[in-house]
């Protein structure tokens, strides 16, 4: 049976579960990991714009900006999708020092499999969006 999260409206995918599935079909926001992250985000943005979210538990500013990300990828309706990498996750540490993160949380925008954008700590639903439109086709 398939659990959901209806304030978020996609299959709930707690960190017990992900291992579960070897493959598992990406939704719109979705977790991924080191092991993973090629497939997921590299390959995937070959398709679509791929918003990633470096994040960690302890930190406040991470808690103020997921949902402002959520709202905005819900608002571009499948145009473009959102991996959150929990840095403090297993290996995933080591994709932040692959991509010289220095703090969390910091977002890096993939497409095509190239990086054409990052930005770090929390900010408004506008200037996400505007950034989205900055570095992609979407409006």
Known sequence: MALIDFELQRPYRSHA?????????????????LEHFDRDVIEA?????????????????CRALTPV???VIAHHAGKIHMAKVEVDEGANMKLAGRYGLRGFPTVLLFVKGEIVGRFSSAKPERWVHEFIAEHTDIE
């Open 69 to 71: 990300l959520e709202r």
């Open 45 to 61: 943005s070959h398709a679509l714009p791929i918003l990633v979210d470096f994040w960690a538990d302890w930190c406040p500013p």
């Open 17 to 33: 579960m992900t291992h579960l599935h070897a493959a598992p079909a990406p939704g719109l926001i979705f977790d991924t990991h």
